[in-house]
């Protein structure tokens, strides 16, 4: 019923930059939060930085002042996460990730918390 879509993975150097990005697609009535999480080889998935539908950020403290999330201004199903300064630590699968209200196909309103299929960030000189 809600599809994440996530783009903008690849391969950077130490210090390079990235900018990751996240469609929602589907029935959706209206979207909450959108967040990034990463997952490195062997670990658990964790939160690296949210925005809510009125625009309040929060961030992974190993990502302050270098990773900036952000929404679309007009549609709002669209979230951002530009990497700065990237560092081999942040090497991991990133996921998008969205509180979502939908339409079934009844027309009834249901809650889903969706998550994109991953886009992958490798760091390495």
């Known amino acids: 019923q809600v599809q994440l879509v996530e783009s903008g993975g690849g391969l950077v150097q130490p210090g390079g930059s990235l900018r990751l990005s996240c469609a929602a697609s589907?029935?959706?009535?209206?979207?909450?939060?959108m967040g990034w999480y990463l997952q490195a080889p062997g670990k658990e998935r964790e939160l690296v930085a949210t925005i809510t539908s009125g625009d309040i950020a929060n961030y992974a403290e190993s990502v302050q002042g270098r990773f900036t999330i952000s929404r679309d201004n007009a549609k709002k199903n669209t979230v951002y996460q530009q990497m700065n300064n990237l560092k081999q630590d942040d090497k991991a699968d990133y996921y998008c990730n969205a509180d979502v209200v939908y339409e079934d196909a009844y027309l009834i309103r249901r809650y889903s918390m969706a998550w994109g299929q991953g886009t992958q960030v490798t760091v390495s000189s």
């Open positions: 589907g029935r959706i009535f209206s979207i909450n939060a």
